[in-house]
């Protein structure tokens, strides 16, 4: 055991800089052995993953489309967690999100085209939530974990899905499990579109318009989270829930408030998706991107200006990833959902591995500076 | 007689699809107990499955793959106890970690090693376990109800069947009539009294999640090497969590948890059954609301209306000694 530091001491560059990179270099270290397992070059593996995805511009166009999904997962996962919940659940709120998109947006077909985006923003949203509900819910009243609960209802979610896609809301003239598209000018404006408004011509990339609505939504949680009576009384729930309690504040509340906007977050995820990149609601859309949002936000620790490089990071895999899944044919993109595992265990379950000494050897050497 | 044959083949399948949750179960209640979470059991089986499977086919033995599941999943148990009980780490963040981390690895190196698709090469019947036949079932058959139940109930399952049944009063006589498992519960319970009265509460969450990896292997086990010959990817299709919520349903004891394992056997065995049936006045169920059916079944018990759970009152919490 080393000897524990005065935490006031300890600068703060220290703890959210340097002690989440060492983590994540530690998570890069044994992805790395794992591809050499996997019998693949892992310093060719890097070399096509930074090609992949910063090399060329439609390639950086797809890391930063993944970026967005990733932002808002990262997001869901992060409100929830401030309140001590793990909804793990974000791929089935995506989902039933997407479905909130689609009805919303084929509803409405009749109102002029940013109204349309707007309700279907407010649709995803509120599917999301909704979806959240009965385990918060449960959650806050019966003490059922949310864990399994949120995990159920991500099986349930793509059971239900399945069967709308299949039997209710299929595109009746095709044999694929997907839906009519929706009209052109529903769509939003790809990143291909604004350049071509500035006369550049470039190729086909699914980065669009919601990208910009990652950010925004950024901005809304850092606000609701810090800036407001709900989220403090959210966080020191989370911290402390008796204490709360003594403080007058009701955990029932915030547990399913903190829930409801977690799942809303996820399934804004249906917006890039569905109004940016597919069109229509496609079985299996969410494709794993409410898991990683986990891993996104235990790396960028719950915040929003961490999660914006996080959500980053984990673009430049995925994107890079696929330029890997090309040329390596031993590696599938599974591999990097391994990543995501040992990126998670790193920066969240064994983030104290190496925190006191590398904090103790910073105080330490400010300690000296300061004596002499 | 078909009305016979439906209630046998509906017990056999019950008695088939509990198995992995029994194990899994029961390995959740010696995590627990000791107050250390697992959510990782859906991981470790899975990983279980790979590795026997992968196991069973390199060396042609499935004892052998059953041994490296063991150890495999035994150190899955290591790893979260060292994030999570030797530095203190979130333990439900380390079984997300573990999940995400096997599901990903399983399929990944299934996909390195033997093709694409991720699928393990089908076992031949030397590399797997076969159902058993139990002595003199054929000669017994045409006695009336004990016949019945001796030859076509009792009869002719996987190995892992009958340890898996075998399994419960063994963890219920270890945990609730031994000074071992006297102690597991009490370092769940109250882990500064254990500590005062002169035992090393790490050590003791240690050996209770050692036993716990034991007991996931033999799920994962008999998932690829006895009721599928392979392995292929995501098999345990939320065995794991299923499984705890039994064992929570079942208030972190063997004799009830077992019950609830059965329970979902039977749900998940009426649901295959009922595929395709037409219903009276509901008609035909939609296949995929059907599948869907032990997941509602798993919030409907883990939502408590039969009574409210009480966990061990130290899960959760790495224990912290004080100096």
């Known amino acids: 055991m080393s000897t524990a530091v005065d935490k006031s001491k300890v600068p703060w560059w220290v703890s959210n800089l340097i002690v989440p990179l060492v983590n994540l270099t530690l998570a890069l270290l044994v992805s790395a052995l794992f591809i050499f397992i996997a019998g693949e070059n892992p310093y060719q593996a890097i070399k096509l993953i930074i090609y992949g995805s910063f090399g060329y511009l439609e390639g950086f166009a797809y890391t930063l489309y993944y970026t967005t999904n990733f932002i808002f997962t990262g997001l869901a996962f992060a409100v929830a967690f401030h309140c001590r919940l793990f909804n793990i659940g974000g791929e089935g709120q995506a989902y039933i999100g997407g479905l909130g998109v689609f009805l919303v947006a084929i509803n409405v077909s009749f109102l002029p085209v940013p109204i349309i985006w707007l309700l279907s923003i407010a649709g995803a949203f509120i599917f999301g939530a909704a979806w959240a509900f009965i385990p918060a819910y449960l959650q806050a009243k019966r003490g059922s974990h949310v864990v399994i609960t949120t995990i159920m209802f991500n099986f349930i979610a793509s059971s239900l899905m399945v069967y709308l896609l299949v039997d209710v809301i299929r595109d009746m003239k095709q044999m694929g499990p997907h839906t009519v598209a929706l009209p052109k000018e529903m769509w939003l404006p790809s990143f291909k579109d604004f350049a071509a408004l500035f006369g550049i011509k470039i190729r086909y990339s699914p980065l669009n318009l919601s990208f910009l609505l990652a950010i925004v939504a950024s901005f809304f949680v850092w606000f609701l989270v810090w800036k407001t009576k709900w989220g403090y009384e959210m966080r020191a729930v989370g911290h402390n829930t008796q204490a709360a309690i003594y403080a007058g504040i009701s955990p029932y509340k915030n547990i399913i408030i903190a829930m409801l906007i977690s799942g809303g977050l996820a399934g804004l995820l249906s917006i890039n998706e569905i109004l940016g990149v597919h069109h229509k609601i496609v079985s299996g859309f969410p494709a794993g991107y409410g898991f990683t949002g986990i891993a996104v936000a235990l790396m960028g620790r719950n915040h929003p200006i961490g999660i914006f490089p996080a959500a980053f990071l984990f673009g430049i895999l995925y994107q890079g990833g696929s330029e890997v899944t090309f040329d390596m044919p031993n590696i599938t993109r599974y591999m990097f959902v391994a990543v995501q595992g040992v990126i998670i265990l790193f920066s969240g379950a064994l983030e104290n591995l190496f925190r006191p000494q590398i904090e103790s050897f910073f105080v330490n050497r400010l300690n000296k500076e300061v004596e002499a | ?323």
Not at chain 2, 3 to 21: E, H, V, W
Not at chain 2, 285 to 303: K, R
């Open chain 2, 1 to 323: 007689m078909e009305f016979l044959s439906d209630i046998a083949s509906l017990t056999n399948s019950t008695l088939r699809i509990s198995t992995p949750l029994v194990f899994a179960a029961m390995a959740g209640i010696f995590a627990e107990r000791s107050g250390v979470i697992d959510f990782s059991l859906e991981g470790k089986m899975l990983m279980a499955a790979f590795v026997a499977a992968v196991g069973s086919y390199y060396f042609g033995n499935p004892w052998i793959g059953l041994l490296m599941a063991i150890v495999s999943c035994v150190s899955l148990s290591m790893l979260h106890g060292f994030a999570s009980v030797t530095h203190k780490g979130d333990q439900v963040v380390s079984c997300v970690a573990i999940n995400i981390l096997i599901i990903g690895l399983t399929t990944a190196l299934a996909a390195a090693w033997f093709g694409q698709a991720g699928l393990t090469p089908t076992l031949t019947n030397d590399q797997r376990f076969l159902e058993i036949t139990l002595p003199f079932a054929d000669a017994l058959r045409e006695i009336p109800i004990i016949g019945f139940i001796y030859s076509d109930i009792l009869s002719g399952h996987y190995i892992f069947v009958y340890l898996a049944y075998l399994s419960v009063p063994i963890v219920y006589w270890v945990v609730f009539k031994t000074s071992f498992g006297l102690r597991v519960r009490a370092v769940g319970e109250n882990p500064s009294a254990v500590d005062t009265a002169g035992i090393n509460v790490f050590t003791m969450r240690y050996k209770a999640l050692a036993i716990n990896g034991v007991l996931i292997a033999f799920a994962g086990a008999h998932l690829s090497t006895a009721v599928n010959a392979n392995f292929f990817r995501e098999m345990s299709a939320g065995r794991g969590y299923l499984a705890l919520a039994a064992m929570i349903f079942g208030k972190w004891h063997p004799k009830t948890a077992l019950i609830a394992c059965l329970l979902f056997g039977f749900t998940d065995a009426l649901q295959i059954r009922l595929q395709g049936v037409e219903l009276p006045t509901i008609g035909t169920i939609p296949v995929q609301l059907i599948q869907a059916i032990p997941y509602v079944l798993t919030v409907v018990l883990l939502a408590g209306f039969v009574g409210k759970a009480v966990a061990p009152s130290a899960i959760g919490q790495p224990y912290i000694k004080e100096r």
